[in-house]
C-alpha cells in the first residue's frame, strides 16, 4: 500500500511539474483535451480516456474506456439575466430541476408515496478547482432504474456558471479519484 502512494505522489508531482513548463491550451503531459473549439475552457482528461466532444459541442465530456463508463463532462451556463447571485441560488434553482425531472420516482418505505430518488449527500461544500473558488456537491439517484453517483462542482465566473460532473456506478464511484484530482488541478478557462 505505501508503494501505491508513493507512487501516486511521484506521479502528480510529475504532472504538476510538467504542467508548470507548457503553455496556455498545451496538454499537460499524459493527458489529452476533452473541450471543443466552441468551449470557452480547457479539460483535460488522462490520456487513455475516450473523449466525446466535437468541435462544434457546448459541453465538454470523456470516458473511462469501453468497459468503464464512469465520465466527466463540463458545461457553463450564462446568467445572462442575472437571475443567480452566487453559486448557491444557481444550484437551489439547478438541484430542484435534478429532483424534478431527471431522477426516477421511487416510493418511499415509510408512507409508500412516490418521491424522487435523488439524494444530496454533500450539500455545497468550499473547494479551489485550479486555485478558483466553487462549491462541490454530491448526490446519488436512479436514472433509468440504474443507481448512480454524482460529483458536482460549479465554478462562477463573470456572469458564467461552470457545471463539472462526475458520474458513475457506486461501484466504482471512489476508483478514479486519483485522476479526478488531476482533471480538476488543469481545468483552465480561454
Same mark, same amino acid.
Given at each position: ?6 507512487? =501516486?505522489?511521484?506521479? *502528480? !508531482? ?32 488522462? /490520456?487513455?480516456?475516450? *473523449? ?8 465538454? @465530456? ?5 468497459? /468503464?463508463?464512469?465520465? *466527466? ?13 452566487? =453559486?448557491? @441560488? ?26 424522487? @430518488?435523488?439524494? $444530496? ?26 443507481? $448512480? ?22 461501484? $466504482?464511484? !471512489? ?16
Amino acid at each position: 500500500m505505501k508503494k501505491i502512494l508513493c507512487l =501516486i505522489l511521484i506521479l *502528480v !508531482s510529475i504532472f504538476t511539474l510538467a504542467a508548470c513548463s507548457r503553455e496556455e491550451g498545451e496538454a499537460p503531459v499524459g493527458m489529452k483535451n476533452a473541450a471543443g473549439k466552441a468551449n470557452d475552457f480547457y479539460l483535460y482528461v488522462p /490520456d487513455e480516456w475516450i *473523449v466525446n466532444t466535437s468541435d462544434t459541442d457546448l459541453m465538454a @465530456s470523456a470516458r473511462v474506456s469501453e468497459n /468503464d463508463s464512469s465520465n *466527466v463532462t463540463m458545461i457553463g451556463y450564462a446568467d445572462s439575466e442575472n437571475e443567480y447571485k452566487d =453559486i448557491d @441560488s444557481y444550484w437551489n434553482y439547478y438541484s430542484s430541476e435534478l429532483e424534478n425531472r431527471i431522477f426516477d420516482k421511487i416510493k418511499d418505505s415509510e408512507t409508500g408515496e412516490e418521491k424522487s @430518488s435523488f439524494t $444530496l449527500t454533500n450539500d455545497g461544500e468550499n473547494i479551489l478547482v485550479n486555485e478558483k473558488a466553487a462549491k462541490k456537491y454530491e448526490y446519488t439517484g436512479k436514472v433509468a432504474g440504474l443507481d $448512480l453517483s454524482y460529483m458536482q462542482i460549479i465554478i462562477k465566473r463573470d456572469n458564467v456558471f461552470y457545471i463539472f460532473t462526475y458520474t458513475s456506478t457506486p461501484e $466504482l464511484y !471512489s476508483k478514479h479519484d486519483t485522476e479526478l484530482e488531476m482533471i480538476l488541478n488543469f481545468i483552465e478557462f480561454k
